[in-house]
């Protein structure tokens, strides 16, 4: 099959961004294109129509490539838990829990089959497949047991690129060690270097070029310049990497930035907004008073509840709520925000009851079986009537308790999925994708507008997948002059 493989010689090199570029690039030339990443560890994953979990990097190369999301584009994820254990996810499926040895112990020969048997899939279906590594491809402790890199590349005969990170420095260090440690079949594939995050004159280090050109015999194909947004992240490290919007906006949401936070990619649609600040904070910073707080999805909720009250941050937004604060829960942020999170089988690694943060009158219990699905529901807060499209993940379920249930309402037409006390402006939702819904996201911040005396906006808008398509665009314009992708097709 037709193929191409992009590795990196470091973490955040910038192989997601040439990758997402290359998928969009090449559906303009007229290619069916797949995306495809063997083996993905991350926090932030999407649930396909088939209701299987992907990484979400490889659901926005989807996208760019202008094809849905398929559970083959990423056969294997592992989602790490805070006991040093890990959800495997297996062709969309949790397939087990263990610690990344026992995986490559219990799980590497079933990993190796569902990459081989998502690849022949892919090849069925689509004219060209745009792979993706991690890391290095030469971590030699990894080499092993690598499901990623060099070895999908040498399955499938890829022509290959290597993108380095010039930004961070020591890039044609990276280079050349990269190379050097790779094995002679793989370096063979190699067909060309992508310099990546360059700031200032290229010719300035159009002399370093020739030598490095001269020194691997392998051409530079491009040097892609700093970006200011980079798109998708990957992890949670790169939210420092993110799109800053200017602090002087309208509106100032701060995201809790959890220890094991995951899917920080439902705030996309809000860095988007133009009148809306969007700032991460630590536990270990002042809350403040920003016009709403957000509590996102958690890799291990009771951990980072317990993080939480360790930290006083619990009770910062408690005391935030009692002055008349906005707090939106999502997913495990909404759990947390119960009366009770309980583990009765240490589904996380901590048995037992736990206190939440009192602000809805919910109890939520971790259960085994696993809840990941797509959903289009109706909301009636906070306007009625509007469609709503998302997806859930998670393995608790949640409860009103009822006696106490005084002021909280049923969020959507279907009451599990959410709860509003209108009267605390206190807001909770399982909804994964909630702010990509453009009329009810303004609907949202309108609320919090007309408490600061400001201007509502319009609520007829797009949702944020036409937002979304401009900056894939803009992503691939600004990448095409600087990468000749020639080689790898020939």
């Not at 067909?191 to 530079?220: C, H, Y």
């Not at 935030?320 to 089988?345: F, H, K, N, W």
């Not at 909804?431 to 507008?449: A, C, E, K, T, V």
């Amino acid at each position: 099959m037709k193929a191409i493989m992009v590795v990196g010689t470091t973490s955040s090199a910038g192989k997601s961004l040439i990758a997402t570029a290359l998928c969009r690039l090449l559906a303009r030339r007229g290619w069916r294109v797949a995306p495809f990443k063997g083996q993905n560890t991350g926090g932030s994953s999407y649930i396909t129509s088939t209701a299987g979990e992907i990484g979400y990097t490889q659901a926005v190369q989807a996208w760019a490539a202008g094809v849905s999301p398929w559970v083959e584009m990423n056969p294997v994820l592992l989602k790490a838990q805070s006991d040093g254990a890990s959800q495997i996810i297996i062709k969309g499926r949790l397939a087990g829990r263990c610690s990344v040895p026992e995986f490559y112990d219990q799980f590497f020969d079933a990993g190796w089959q569902s990459i081989t048997e998502s690849l022949q899939r892919l090849s069925e279906e689509f004219d060209m497949v745009v792979c993706e590594g991690a890391g290095s491809p030469v971590e030699v402790p990894l080499l092993p047991r690598d499901l990623t890199n060099m070895r999908v590349a040498r399955y499938l005969n890829a022509p290959t690129v290597l993108v380095s990170d010039i930004d961070r420095g020591g890039t044609f260090a990276h280079i050349v060690g990269t190379l050097d440690l790779m094995e002679e079949a793989e370096r063979e594939l190699v067909k060309g270097i992508v310099i990546n995050k360059f700031r200032g004159d290229q010719m300035s280090i159009n002399p370093a070029i020739e030598w490095l050109e001269q020194k691997t015999g392998i051409p530079v194909l491009g040097v892609v310049p700093w970006m200011s947004s980079i798109f998708p992240a990957e992890n949670s490290l790169s939210l420092f990497d993110q799109r800053r919007s200017p602090d002087k906006n309208d509106i100032q949401v701060a995201v809790l930035r959890l220890p094991r936070i995951a899917n920080f990619t439902d705030f996309d649609p809000l860095e988007a907004e133009p009148s809306v600040t969007v700032r991460y904070l630590s536990l270990k910073g002042t809350l403040g008073h920003p016009d709403a707080v957000i509590l996102p999805s958690s890799q291990t909720t009771i951990a980072d509840l317990i993080a939480l009250h360790k930290s006083g941050m619990a009770e910062q937004l408690q005391n935030y709520v009692a002055a008349g604060g906005t707090v939106l829960g999502i997913c495990s942020g909404y759990q947390m925000m119960g009366r009770v999170l309980a583990d009765p089988e240490g589904i996380e690694g901590q048995e037992g009851r736990f206190p939440g943060l009192k602000l809805l009158p919910l109890k939520t219990v971790i259960a085994g079986q696993k809840i990941a699905r797509q959903r289009q529901v109706t909301s009636h807060f906070p306007q009625d009537g509007l469609p709503v499209s998302g997806y859930e993940i998670h393995q608790g379920r949640s409860r009103v308790i009822e006696e106490e249930a005084d002021g909280a309402l049923a969020l959507f037409d279907d009451p599990n999925l959410g709860v509003v006390d209108p009267h605390q402006a206190v807001w909770g939702t399982y909804l994964h994708g909630i702010f990509d819904n453009g009329p009810w996201r303004r609907s949202w911040l309108n609320r919090l507008r007309q408490q600061r005396g400001l201007r509502a906006l319009p609520t007829g808008i797009a949702n944020y997948r036409e937002q979304r398509e401009q900056l894939l665009d803009h992503v691939a314009q600004e990448i095409e002059p600087h990468l000749n992708i020639k080689p790898l097709l020939d």
